[in-house]
């Protein structure tokens, strides 16, 4: 009999990162199994830089992106393209991760193809399917696909189970986002800023919600903590897209601490985030992580889909009103006893072996038995 093949479909920054454990993990079982990573293609070189880290590069790509495409043009593309594959494959699971278009179109082409889909880091929700836009509604779509969901949580998890999912395919697995940490924070060491003794604050901000005037009372915030506390030095990891720099680049880009950096790939981030004291980022996937390291982050959102850090303490949502993240900031950077609180509040998101379960789950859906991980909750 032949071994069945297993999608593993990516095509941003964070999906490769956080689909990347999974495809390593299925790797290990290539006797039973052959996964091939898709990609569409919709990042490009900081998708190929953060498969890099896990020595990983995708078996196909569908290099989807034109500059300028829209939502629809985009959609479409992927769905073509995906649609070709699996006719020339034909899997026998579909996996796709979070709440992107390429989410998205995998849990449709999956749908129309009659193949299982297992939604990786499903069940994340605002209260409204327009914020993010379009991550929420791609992430609800997903989810009326799945055969299996692979909540990161329980309030993940709960979520599924308000909206009627079935409860018997649910399983609570941890975020694959833990394991990618935990391995790129094990290998190598490239000391970051070495030169700079005092501390690091590092800032990642990209999300189109901030785009424009959001955006630019954040970095104002950033540039007023700086001048505040000498010996903070801010390496702001720069999104490549232009309107995120056209932003950044006029209000930080002139200040001896204040270093405006390419955004390094994967492996060097994480080293990144270990080196900085206090994290001000949008990205959901960073705030998943620095409490990993026990690293607090100011979340520059009004809304998140990951309230468990806030729950727990690792994180603070503060929206992007210039006086509000001076203050919290200030708060962090100069009082030590606030900073402790948050630094040692324990991470609720996982502990690195969610793609074990998901690997043990895919497969016995398929019929095939290996090793079984307890659920992470
Ligand atoms: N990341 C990276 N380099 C950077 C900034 C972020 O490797 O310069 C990683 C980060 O560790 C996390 C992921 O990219 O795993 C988050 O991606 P992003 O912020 O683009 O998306 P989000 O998580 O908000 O969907």
């Avoid at 299925?26 to 039973?32: A, D, R």
Wanted: charged letters at 20%; proline letters at 7%; one cysteine or more.
């Amino acid at each position: 009999m032949s071994k069945p093949v297993i999608f593993c479909v990516i095509g941003t920054r964070p999906e490769a990162i956080k689909v990347a454990p999974v495809m390593l993990e299925f790797l290990k079982f290539s006797e039973v199994c052959t996964p091939m990573l898709i990609s569409t293609g919709q990042h490009k070189e900081i998708l190929y830089q953060s498969l890099a880290t896990f020595g990983l590069k995708p078996n196909e790509d569908l290099e989807i992106m034109q500059h300028g495409s829209s939502l629809a043009q985009v959609t479409c593309r992927a769905l073509d393209g995906l649609d070709n594959l699996v006719q020339k494959y034909q899997p026998a699971y579909i996996l796709g991760q979070g709440d992107t278009t390429t989410t998205l179109v995998a849990a449709m082409d999956a749908f129309y193809r009659n193949v299982p889909f297992g939604h990786i880091e499903a069940g994340l929700r605002t209260d409204t399917v327009r914020n993010p836009f379009p991550e929420e509604y791609n992430r609800r779509v997903a989810s009326v696909t799945a055969d299996l969901h692979f909540p990161p949580t329980t309030w993940s998890r709960d979520n599924l189970l308000h909206e009627h999912h079935d409860p018997s395919k649910i399983f609570v697995t941890g975020n694959t986002g833990i394991d990618a940490v935990v391995l790129a924070a094990n290998q190598g060491e490239q000391p970051w800023f070495p030169e700079h003794t005092g501390r690091v604050v590092l800032m990642t901000t990209h999300r189109r919600e901030n785009w424009g005037e959001p955006q630019k009372n954040i970095a104002t915030a950033a540039l007023a903590l700086v001048n505040k506390f000498p010996d903070v030095l801010l390496v702001t990891a720069m999104h490549p897209n232009p309107t995120v720099r056209e932003t950044l680049i006029p209000i930080l880009g002139n200040h001896d601490r204040i270093k405006l950096i390419e955004p390094p790939e994967y492996e060097l981030f994480v080293k990144l985030m270990q080196r900085s004291t206090l994290i001000l980022s949008d990205s959901g996937g960073v705030q998943e992580e620095a409490p990993a390291f026990g690293i607090p982050v100011l979340v520059l959102r009004d809304t998140t889909e990951r309230p468990e850090g806030v729950t727990a303490g690792t994180a603070k949502l503060v929206g992007t009103n210039t006086d509000r993240i001076i203050e919290e900031g200030t708060t962090l950077l100069g009082d030590p006893a606030a900073y402790k609180a948050m630094a040692n509040a324990v991470s609720p998101y996982g502990d690195g072996k969610a793609s074990e379960r998901i690997r043990y789950l895919v497969l016995k859906s398929l019929g095939i038995e290996t090793p079984e991980v307890p659920m992470w909750n």
